[in-house]
């Protein structure tokens, strides 16, 4: 069943909406509802526990593990950006959002989405650092730095999102108002456009958008080639090390990997399918499965939880 479409008024109007396409079929949405659901509960519990974790163990005090709860946290946030606006939406017989609310999904959608970026390839040269240079990484990668980065990692998200949230603002829609996607992001809402400034917020998004990507994609492999270089060069002793890098390198190749695909791929109407399964894959599945990679992939993670529990059990009357 096609999606049903509200007219707008003046786009002034503080009234207007656009309406999000979904499945009509109930007993589909109960389905979709209740793992959504799933899914939400499991990000945040499992974020919670790592940023809970990084902060009682005093053996999580390192850079490492600092990046690793401000990942927990941007999982945390990103997901609440989209999935309880699609759980309400589910069994609401009009499934609208105002623009305002449109706009506002997608500038904190885009900031931290940018932002988790920007902090992986962060990760990515904690590790160079930490592997490459042992000798010097407590003056390289210390706590200034680190404070830095992560600053970086935000500023970053936010400029750039702001940017486009605020060339969004100008345009005109001239009906029938239908999103046929999830939740509001840009190149969806840039197709129901007929604003004559659409292709200069097209060329703005695949510019910052791109530039955030791109570069935080190719520090995190350079960063990758130089440990593997080393891990090479130095033989068994230095595969201890690498790996540390092997939950980080697992969750950037899914991240970068299935948002690669979604914003690449192009977006017909014949492929509606496959950009809803490529949305949910980088923006609901991966928030999801970052915290279950590293507790099953980092031993240090895995520690700290069972001395949790332990505890948790100790101290139960």
Same mark, same amino acid.
């Given at each position: 069943m096609s999606p049903?479409?509200?007219?707008? #008024? ?48 005093? &053996?999580? &005090? ?7 709860? &401000? ?44 932002s988790e970026c ?67 992001e840009m190149p ?26 791109? #570069? ?18 130095? !033989? ?30 192009? &977006? ?43 505890? !948790? ?5």
């Amino acid at each position: 069943m096609s999606p049903q479409s509200l007219q707008w #008024g003046n786009l002034s109007s503080p009234t207007m909406f656009l309406l999000l396409g979904f499945s009509s079929a109930y007993r589909a949405e109960v389905t979709l509802c209740l793992c959504f659901s799933l899914i939400y509960l499991v990000t945040v519990l499992g974020n919670l526990l790592i940023v809970t974790l990084i902060w009682l163990d005093a &053996h999580l &005090h390192s850079p490492m593990y600092f990046f690793l709860g &401000h990942l927990s946290f941007v999982d945390i946030c990103y997901s609440s950006v989209t999935l309880p606006k699609i759980l309400r939406d589910s069994f609401s017989p009009q499934k609208s959002i105002s623009f305002v609310g449109c706009i506002t999904q997608i500038y904190f959608f885009l900031c931290f989405g940018g932002s988790e970026c920007v902090l992986l390839a962060a990760m990515a040269y904690d590790r160079y650092l930490a592997i490459c240079h042992p000798l010097h990484y407590s003056m390289l990668m210390n706590k200034r730095t680190c404070h830095c980065l992560v600053a970086v990692s935000w500023l970053t998200g936010s400029f750039s999102s702001l940017i486009q949230a605020l060339l969004t603002t100008r345009l005109s829609f001239c009906g029938p108002n239908t999103i046929d996607h999830l939740f509001c992001e840009m190149p969806f809402l840039l197709k129901v456009s007929c604003s004559p400034d659409a292709p200069l917020n097209k060329a703005a998004m695949y510019a910052l958008a791109g530039t955030i990507a791109v #570069g935080s994609f190719l520090l995190t492999l350079t960063s990758y080639v130089h440990i593997m270089g080393a891990v090479l060069q130095k !033989g068994a002793g230095m595969q201890r090390a690498f790996a540390t890098c092997t939950s980080h390198l697992a969750v950037v190749t899914l991240f970068f990997g299935a948002g690669a695909a979604a914003y690449l791929v192009p &977006h017909s109407s014949g492929s509606k399918e496959m950009d809803e399964v490529l949305t949910l894959l980088y923006a609901v599945v991966t928030p999801m499965l970052n915290p279950i990679i590293y507790s099953l992939r980092n031993s240090e993670v895995r520690v700290a939880i069972r001395k949790a529990l332990c505890r !948790g059990v100790l101290q139960a009357p």
